[in-house]
């Protein structure tokens, strides 16, 4: 049995190890992506202007008034002046054609209170300018920036085999004969000695100290990148989560999911008028139109700095009507638990401590790969010096 799980956690290891090395030190600096941001580009953030905020819909009819080739998809609204509003285009489809205008996703921030341009940027362009580091990092550290789907189910696979390999390696590290517990204390010490040694104790005693933190970070990547393929269907074995909005209306034909005639304003309003009938205390700071299934999202509350994760509204982008919702700290068990996990990710469940512990995870994870892939290679020059030695005897 040891010899099966030794060769599982050597080729799950290696099969990630560059993965989650390079996840890792992304991770580690996007801890703190939003105020990184903030400080590297503060044109974009800051709004001098004083007076009161202009509705979420007349930033929208700005933005797309200036750029008709564009439509904004999501925004931020701010809570109060001095702060941007977020609004995020892509291209509009060209009716003489039917494909989309040749236009890049751009994403613009507003003075709330004068709707003037503050900034403008393309959105996961490449790669270490200002105003493009971070939007290229969180691009990256989901996805890879491989086109497609591609990169979610990539590093969505790296997530199960690092799920998987938490537990191999755990299990190895337990000693074989007694007295059990004088013998596996030796695997918690980083004893040092030449190098082989020390990257050894460093592998086996920073993945045993760190285990109760990296496995929550690597069951919310399986949550982030593969949340209906993967994450819900084993968490609905315990305790069932009921379909998204996105994936309910996926279901529905084409031809069902209506037309669009609620505008931003009126969505807005719609979330406003519903968030009080539900008591929902934190004010809208995301909306969100699907053209693809015609609903309107709506989120209260800023950066995802709620412990229990954000409140999310849903409603009909023909009516109205409201089609779902998502209310931070109700639900099943599973819902609950599947909202927890991007609060988790970013360390943000626990405010300022969690992203500064998930900022010296990502470096110790980096850390992880290396000596496992220094172990690897050293004991891979072991063997075939053996296999050398017994051929020429």
């Not at 270490?128 to 550290?141: A, D, I």
């Not at 209306?249 to 069902?256: D, H, K, L």
């Not at 139109?289 to 989120?299: D, I, R, T």
Request: charged letters at 15%.
């Amino acid at each position: 049995m040891r010899a099966v799980l030794v060769l599982l956690h050597r080729y799950i290891g290696l099969a990630t190890a560059l993965f989650l090395l390079l996840a890792g030190l992304t991770g580690s600096v996007l801890a703190f992506h939003h105020e990184l941001d903030e400080w590297l580009n503060p044109e974009f953030y800051q709004a001098s202007s004083d007076g009161p905020l202009l509705a979420p819909g007349v930033l929208v009819d700005r933005v797309q008034t200036e750029h008709p080739r564009l439509q904004v998809w999501y925004m931020e609204y701010p809570q109060e002046t001095g702060h941007t509003a977020l609004l995020a285009a892509v291209a509009r489809t060209d009716p003489a054609t039917g494909q989309p205008y040749p236009e890049r996703n751009q994403v613009f921030y507003l003075d709330p209170v004068s709707a003037e341009q503050q900034g403008q940027r393309f959105w996961g362009t490449c790669c270490f300018q200002r105003k493009n580091l971070v939007p290229f990092l969180l691009e990256f550290h989901y996805n890879l920036v491989l086109p497609g789907n591609w990169g979610l189910w990539l590093m969505g696979l790296v997530a199960i085999g690092w799920v998987v390999d938490c537990f191999v390696a755990s299990l190895l590290t337990l000693p074989r004969g007694r007295p059990f517990w004088h013998k596996w204390s030796s695997a918690w010490k980083i004893k040092g000695g030449h190098a082989y040694r020390l990257n050894f104790d460093l592998h086996r005693a920073g993945g045993l100290w760190l285990w109760l933190l990296l496995l929550p970070i690597a069951v919310s990547s399986v949550a982030m990148n593969l949340p209906s393929q993967v994450f819900k269907p084993a968490v609905s074995l315990f305790s069932p989560i009921k379909p998204s909005v996105y994936e309910a209306r996926g279901r529905i034909p084409t031809a069902e999911l209506g037309v669009t005639r609620l505008t931003y304003q009126q969505a807005f309003e719609r979330a406003q008028e519903e968030g009080q009938r539900l008591g929902l205390k934190e004010a809208i700071g995301e909306l969100y139109y699907s053209f693809e299934y015609n609903f309107y999202g709506a989120g209260f509350g800023q950066h995802d700095t709620n412990a229990h994760g954000k409140s999310w509204l849903f409603f009909h982008g023909t009516d109205g009507r409201l089609l779902g919702q998502e209310i931070a700290g109700q639900g099943t068990w599973g819902e609950r638990f599947y909202r927890l996990q991007l609060p988790i990710h970013g360390g943000r469940i626990i405010g300022m401590t969690g992203q500064v512990i998930v900022a010296v995870l990502g470096v110790l994870i980096a850390m992880l790969s290396l000596t496992g892939i220094y172990i690897w290679w050293r004991k891979l020059l072991a063997r075939r010096s053996s296999k050398k030695r017994k051929s020429t005897r």
